[in-house]
């Protein structure tokens, strides 16, 4: 017998693999498209389809000075794990940019191959569009158009725009609401959205569904294709997708609960090629710019920096794909997260231990210390500042926050400190409550405040009763405010100054519920921290 380890035992120790051993190792979760195998066409392009192409509809994301990313997927029968067309069949697909609404102005065009190893996916990277401005686009396949969206081009390299308007969401399970707060954002009118993660759930959890998943929890590239695409059905997400450009990060539900880099909860053995077959679905259904595209190893990076102008500068963060194992895990899953005493924990005094991994780390300090942007805004998935998370002797934490990783957070406060830098602003989700805080660091001794925090609700994945976090506020008193009883969005308005409004239909058990302001909040230009309005 050789002793020779095997490539799946390659991958669990080294985190990567040769292109022959992924080829090899994939086999095993469906994904033999996932690093460009070679396929063969049965036959030209096909013009026909079972049903509408486009039944996924549009999006676009991560706008330029001249130009942004165009997203489809042709799926004529989405729930099918082929999506309703051949995998060995491609199709051209021409796209369009246009000044007007009924392309009687057509700014650039051009024609792509949708095939089969990326699920009949099509993305277009545009560029030499004027800046700061509407635009619209469809795509045309067959005899069949896809709906038409509008997007938008960021202000150019320098340029002081009087405003800018977006939206941050996170965690929306389809099964525990629906996703009414999308209208709502749609009628807001942002200029951008970011999304901050778990975009879909890979497993089916809760307590009073309103709709349910096709199939179990998800292992496959085949489910989570399908997990996606029937995400994507949903007619209020399709709308928030056309009518605004997107940022995107992940978090854990988008493979598993509570991943750390190459560790799954429960220790399983095949995760890199779970999390290969996640993140492949995951590029295929998001509008994320060609250079995010996975690579042979199975690794993905999306931490990118966007700048509106001189007003805003975007650092869209990836706190899981390169963070350590969290600190005293639960013996009895051998990973994930659980709550700590920090006393009882030493592992998280460990001075290397990292949230964002040495390279990532290393580019978001030098991105801050460089950055000359009026607003400076950290978006990432989840709770920043330190918390004391419970009601018992000493202070208890939540492994899984930045409250697990003290070291990491500490370096990007210092950064977050400096005198020069315009307006720091975390954004956060992860929770499924709104919590609106001081960053300090030392929030129980009246430390200096360093930067504002809005950690935001989710969109429909269920949250703790309002007293959960009404005690919470009690024991902090950095945070101005806390609510998890309710879900939405955070819709934040750029200015000299900036607003921040908590948007929340009354409940996302009923399709059409109202939107409403819950409360709302101001950071005054050069002054750290936030306040009420």
């Not at 993305?123 to 700061?132: E, M, Q, Y």
């Not at 081009?153 to 320098?158: E, L, Q, R, V």
Request: a negative charge.
């Amino acid at each position: 017998m050789s002793d020779r380890p095997s490539p799946l035992e390659r991958l669990i120790r080294n985190g990567r693999l040769s292109r022959r051993d992924l080829l090899r190792a994939a086999a095993a979760l469906g994904l033999a498209g996932f690093a460009g195998a070679p396929a063969v066409r049965a036959q030209a392009p096909r013009t026909r389809f079972v049903g509408y192409p486009f039944a996924l509809g549009v999006a676009s994301g991560y706008p330029t000075p001249d130009g942004m990313t165009l997203w489809t997927r042709l799926a004529p029968a989405p729930l099918a794990p082929d999506g309703g067309i051949p995998r060995d069949e491609w199709v051209t697909v021409a796209w369009q940019v246009a000044h007007d609404e009924g392309f009687a102005r057509i700014a650039r065009e051009g024609r792509v191959r949708a095939v089969g190893e990326l699920a009949h996916s099509v993305r277009v990277d545009v560029d030499g569009l004027a800046p700061d401005r509407p635009w619209f686009y469809r795509f045309l396949a067959g005899d069949e158009a896809s709906p038409v969206g509008r997007t938008r081009t960021a202000p150019a390299a320098g340029a002081a725009p009087a405003r800018l308007r977006f939206a941050t969401g996170s965690c929306q399970h389809f099964e525990q609401g629906y996703f009414n707060a999308w209208r709502g954002l749609v009628e807001d009118d942002p200029d951008l959205v970011v999304f901050l993660g778990d975009y879909i759930y890979e497993s089916s959890w809760g307590d009073d569904l309103v709709r349910r998943h096709q199939g179990g929890e998800c292992y496959t590239l085949d489910d989570y294709r399908v997990r996606h695409a029937q995400y994507r059905t949903d007619p209020d997400l399709q709308r928030a997708h056309a009518a605004v450009p997107w940022l995107l990060t992940w978090d854990d539900h988008e493979v598993d609960n509570d991943p750390a880099a190459a560790e799954s909860e429960h220790g399983d053995p095949r995760f890199l090629l779970r999390r290969a077959a996640a993140w492949q679905a995951y590029w295929e259904h998001m509008p994320l710019p060609a250079r995010m595209r996975p690579r042979t190893d199975g690794s993905m990076a999306i931490h990118s920096r966007v700048d509106w102008g001189a007003l805003a500068s975007f650092f869209v963060l990836d706190s899981r794909q390169f963070r350590d194992a969290m600190a005293c895990p639960d013996p009895f899953k051998g990973g994930g997260s659980t709550t700590v005493d920090v006393e009882a924990c030493a592992a998280l005094a460990d001075p290397h231990r990292s949230l964002l991994g040495a390279d990532q780390e290393r580019w978001l300090l030098d991105g801050l210390a460089a950055s000359t942007a009026r607003w400076n805004l950290l978006a990432q998935q989840t709770r920043f500042s330190p918390v004391d998370g419970a009601d018992a002797p000493g202070r208890q934490v939540w492994t899984d926050a930045w409250d697990g990783y003290p070291a990491s957070r500490e370096k990007v406060m210092a950064a977050l400190e400096r005198p020069g830098l315009g307006n720091p602003v975390v954004l956060g989700g992860d929770i499924h409550a709104w919590e609106i805080s001081d960053v300090r660091r030392d929030p129980w001794n009246g430390s200096p405040v360093l930067a504002a925090e809005v950690c935001g609700t989710s969109v429909s994945s269920q949250g703790w009763p309002a007293g959960h976090h009404q005690a919470m506020q009690a024991r902090n008193p950095h945070m101005h405010y806390g609510r998890s009883d309710r879900r939405g969005y955070t819709l934040l308005t750029l200015e000299r100054d900036a607003e921040v409004r908590l948007r929340s239909p009354r409940t996302v058990k009923e399709a059409d519920d109202a939107i409403e302001t819950l409360a709302r909040f101001v950071i005054e230009d050069g002054v750290r921290g936030i306040r009420p309005a």
